[in-house]
């Protein structure tokens, strides 16, 4: 790496609170966190004048999709690693769903060559659980006797509810081998088949879009959340539950996750509820889905407690063309990794919560949670991935100033702040904006020339 940096003058987030000073930068590791500054420039590193601006450590996206291999018009890990960048996000996990599904080893190396050629971020990569994998997934994770970490997969994802291909475990027999005889973590997307199933018939001649909330209700979710963590339990495994969507969920959780358990929350349900998917429409349609407003205000409720864990995007693009067909055709999801840590940043100058509260949410929390080695602190030995964010600055994002391979943002024509001035990945400067010039900002990092596979312990 060799990469030297030094950022003056800047509001820090350190061990949550924010303190003024500098940070060098030596190797691409944080050499010093100097609280009250006084760091002096040596001759030839480069250095960041930070008055004005907020330094956190990168944000982490531990769930998206960048559609790779298989869907290049929706989105690939090339664009979506560009994206992240954009967004302050130095790290991503990306899911398995492609086409084919990521159910190897080989795929996942396959995943983190193309990264390593074309990405601008560090990254890490799911391998997916079908009924039949088991011996692949202990290839990857180990078992529960030996597990052997593999770099660059960060765990095993279960969907529990229909998905891509043969990504669906719901069968008891098959979950139970799963948990049982694997190593590392389980995260999975808990929503409960049998009822999605049952419940479909009554809702399939719906064509309003308040109608897939309603089909995949609270108790299809929880249904499936208690069930994991039942298996968790009995076989003493790591469990993360994705994108926790309902307040039964998050209530349920509280009194029962215990150490084994962790789980997340989307931007989005943080931020919408059922008024604004229907008046927004598709755009919004995502699985689970975005409920109503006691759920999006139980959520908030349960992310400050510690019950919610950390903060993850579901990053998940589909093109217009496909979201304007409508419910029920349309896909579910929506493009996310870019405008989440901007979105939150709002919320804390909107006075929801606080800066050191979205660094430990989005920085500190994913790395915990996954055993990311030297990721989400500002502290002296860990990887220099920093971001520099604007607070003073609300900007009005659009369509045409996202980076996104489908050109779109579920949040067009919102007012937000925390815009990222310089997103840095282990102390090289990979995405830039002017203070109140383009707010697509300008792509620094050419393609593979930034970024790693993420060691996990």
């Not at 994998?133 to 994802?157: H, R």
């Not at 019950?307 to 589909?318: F, G, K, L, R, S």
């Not at 996310?336 to 939150?344: A, D, Y």
């Not at 989400?376 to 220099?384: E, I, M, S, T, V």
Request: charge should be negative.
């Amino acid at each position: 790496m060799g990469h030297r940096l030094l950022i003056q003058n800047a509001s820090m987030v350190v061990d949550g609170r924010v303190v003024l000073g500098d940070l060098s930068v030596e190797n691409g590791k944080i050499a010093t966190v100097a609280k009250g500054g006084g760091l002096i420039a040596e001759d030839g590193v480069p250095v960041i004048d930070a008055e004005g601006l907020h330094l956190l450590p990168g944000a982490i996206d531990p769930q998206v999709h960048f559609r790779e291999p298989g869907q290049p018009e929706r989105e690939d890990i090339g664009s979506g690693s560009r994206a992240a960048a954009a967004g302050g996000v130095t790290a991503f996990l990306d899911m398995p769903n492609n086409l084919p599904a990521a159910t190897t080893v080989a795929a996942i190396q396959e995943k983190i060559t193309s990264a390593g050629r074309s990405g601008v971020t560090h990254h890490g990569f799911f391998i997916g659980a079908t009924p039949k994998n088991v011996v692949k997934l202990q290839e990857a994770v180990g078992t529960p006797e030996t597990p052997s970490p593999t770099i660059g997969i960060c765990g095993i994802k279960i969907f529990m509810g229909s998905s891509t291909g043969d990504l669906l475990v719901h069968q008891q027999k098959h979950l139970e081998n799963i948990f049982a005889n694997t190593a590392g973590i389980i995260a999975t997307h808990a929503e409960d088949e049998d009822r999605l199933n049952a419940r479909w018939p009554e809702f399939e001649h719906r064509s309003d879009i308040a109608a897939h909330a309603e089909w995949r209700d609270d108790a299809t979710a929880l249904i499936a959340t208690k069930r994991a963590s039942a298996l968790a339990k009995d076989h003493d495994h790591r469990l993360h539950v994705l994108h926790l969507t309902s307040a039964v969920e998050a209530d349920w959780l509280a009194a029962n996750k215990g150490d084994l358990i962790t789980t997340e929350v989307c931007p989005q349900h943080l931020t919408f509820d059922q008024t604004d998917v229907e008046g927004i429409g598709t755009r919004l349609q995502m699985n689970p889905p975005i409920r109503y407003a006691h759920d999006r205000d139980t959520l908030w409720n349960r992310l400050k407690d510690g019950t919610i864990d950390c903060i993850a995007t579901d990053h998940a693009p589909h093109t217009l063309a496909n979201k304007a067909l409508g419910f029920p055709t349309a896909h579910s999801g929506m493009p996310g990794v870019e405008t989440s840590l901007p979105c939150m940043l709002t919320h804390a100058a909107n006075g929801m919560c606080s800066i050191a509260d979205v660094a430990r949410w989005m920085c500190e929390g994913p790395a915990r949670v996954y055993g990311m080695v030297g990721k989400g602190r500002l502290a002296a030995g860990y990887d220099a991935d920093l971001v520099l964010v604007d607070m003073e600055n609300r900007r009005t994002i659009q369509d045409s100033d996202t980076w996104t391979r489908v050109g779109w943002t579920p949040y067009a024509g919102r007012e937000m702040t925390g815009w990222p001035i310089h997103t840095i990945v282990d102390g090289r400067v990979v995405h830039s904006r002017e203070r109140g010039g383009s707010l697509r900002g300008t792509a620094v990092a050419t393609p593979g020339s930034a970024g790693r596979a993420l060691k996990f312990s």
